[in-house]
């Protein structure tokens, strides 16, 4: 294939197909693109991807078909952890109970199968163990929109490396998951408490056959 078309003015979709928290995110992201040169667009339907360069996949809940990443140059992805390790879902809740504050960002190119394709950028999100979960997905989504930046501002395409080592699967959360568990202190817990979702999935317990959530926000 060749490369000239680097170095053109490019087509570029930025594609979320849920609404949700990164939503701003990928409208700062076209507004980005666009200032440096480039044509993005924002798609939310996979469907209404059209042809063109480059596609970003961010914030996306469905696989997408081959025949629509046909339509595109480069279809890329931007994974919250060091794939292979921690594929599939929530990799920065799973990776911030485990006691982590330097999350792996990577950026990938897809390949038709999750989390499995070859690897060109990679970064790291740097936390000090007090943010909540708003902040969490504020710098999480800052960073998704940098190293997306960051690939298209590269004299020459970056390239891409196949992912190597041992890999491990991170599972879908539930609203099950944010239980706490009276017996322990909110030392203990406080991990879980920094990643809970106040509105959609908050953390609760249960006293005396009685279920109660709690919310947590930092005070002023």
Same mark, same amino acid.
Request: net charge positive; hydrophobic share 40%.
């Given at each position: 294939m060749s490369e000239d078309w680097w170095t053109h003015k490019r087509t570029v979709s930025v594609v979320t197909d849920t609404e949700g928290w990164f939503d701003p995110f990928a409208l700062n992201l076209v507004r980005r693109i #666009? !200032?440096? =040169?480039?044509?993005?667009?924002?798609? +939310?339907?996979? #469907?209404?991807? @059209?042809? =063109?360069? &480059? *596609?970003?996949?961010?914030?996306?809940?469905?696989?997408? @078909? !081959?025949?629509?990443?046909?339509?595109? +140059?480069? #279809?890329? &992805? &931007?994974?919250?952890? *060091?794939? @292979?390790? =921690?594929? =599939?879902?929530s990799p920065v809740v799973w990776q911030i109970l485990e006691g982590l504050n330097e999350i792996p960002l990577t950026l990938f190119e897809m390949d038709g199968t999750a989390d499995t394709g070859p690897i060109v950028r990679q970064s790291t999100i740097s936390f000090e163990g007090h943010e909540l979960n708003d902040e969490i997905r504020d710098a999480l989504g800052r960073s998704i929109v940098d190293i997306c930046v960051e690939y298209l501002t590269a004299e020459t395409r970056p390239v891409a490396v196949a992912q190597t080592g041992e890999p491990t699967w991170y599972p879908r959360r539930r609203p099950a998951d944010s239980e706490l568990d009276p017996e322990k202190t909110i030392a203990e817990q406080f991990q879980l408490l920094r990643v809970v979702d106040n509105e959609r999935y908050p953390a609760f317990f249960t006293i005396g056959g009685q279920t109660y959530t709690l919310?947590?926000?930092?005070? !002023?």
């Open positions: #666009n !200032d440096s =040169g480039d044509h993005a667009q924002f798609v +939310r339907d996979q #469907n209404q991807v @059209p042809e =063109g360069d &480059v *596609a970003f996949y961010l914030s996306c809940l469905k696989l997408t @078909p !081959d025949a629509i990443l046909a339509r595109n +140059r480069i #279809n890329l &992805v &931007v994974h919250a952890s *060091a794939l @292979p390790k =921690g594929r =599939g879902f919310k947590i926000a930092k005070a !002023d």
